[in-house]
């Protein structure tokens, strides 16, 4: 989720962490992130950060990534961003007078203001049986792989497909409060094991989520990942 911020007193500048977003992937549920530090900013709109961990490539070269950090504001911590493009991977940048380190050169219009980034949306984990977790559609329920703030994961009858790209209207029950919303289809795929061939693996994506049910599932993502941690799950 990107959204438009305000608050134009907060900038990047050198020696920040930095997450850089390279790609989201709607399709399997992921984003990639990876860690870097702005080294400087110049004129022009370019900022010099060091190569991220795991390296990006000369294949990632002209493409559009998203630089992130975040700010803890007032109403708490927030992750802002700046969109930018890849220009050059640079082999020995001038890091001191004595040192050179391999860095990345981007452009992107800092001057514009910073957007709000919610990676959480990609952060998935499995709802157990005391999760108080139910995932109803088309007046059924239906067991949930996963779940994230984007949406769910779970199986679904194949003798009633879903149509990919299809939106459907949903209802989800966290802790015995219902909220009714609508679920895009985005993936779907059969697993080959007979035993599980009356069902098909449906990936879906939340598409009028209000901030109350956000902020709902973001709390009930988080307790559940405590949880399984606690016992020693993944």
């Known amino acids: 989720m990107v959204q438009d911020n305000k608050a134009d007193a907060v900038r990047l500048r050198p020696g920040q962490a930095v997450d850089i977003l390279v790609n989201q992937d709607a399709l399997y549920d992921r984003a990639d992130v990876r860690r870097s530090i702005v080294y400087d900013m110049t004129e022009g709109d370019k900022i010099i950060l060091s190569q991220t961990t795991p390296a990006l490539a000369s294949y990632h070269l002209g493409n559009s990534m998203d630089i992130t950090f975040v700010h803890k504001g007032q109403e708490g911590p927030v992750r802002l961003g700046v969109n930018a493009k890849l220009t050059e991977i640079i082999k020995e940048f001038q890091l001191h007078s004595n040192e050179k380190v391999p860095a990345l050169l981007m452009v992107g219009r800092t001057d514009r ?89 449906v990936s879906a994506q939340f598409v009028n989520a209000d901030r109350r049910l956000e902020f709902v599932l973001g709390g009930k993502v988080f307790e559940i990942e405590r949880e399984q941690l606690s016992r020693g799950l993944e």
Not at 130 to 152: A, C, K, Q, T, Y
Request: hydrophobic share 35%; no cysteine.
């Open 113 to 201: 203001g910073l957007k709000t980034y919610d990676l959480r949306m990609f952060h998935r984990v499995k709802p157990g049986p005391m999760s108080r977790v139910r995932f109803i559609l088309n007046d059924s329920e239906w067991p949930l792989m996963n779940l994230s703030i984007g949406g769910p994961s779970f199986n679904h009858a194949s003798q009633q497909p879903l149509e990919v790209g299809k939106t459907y209207p949903a209802f989800i029950e966290i802790d015995g409060t219902g909220y009714a919303v609508d679920v895009k289809i985005i993936r779907v795929w059969t697993v080959p094991d007979p035993q599980r061939s009356r069902f098909q693996s």
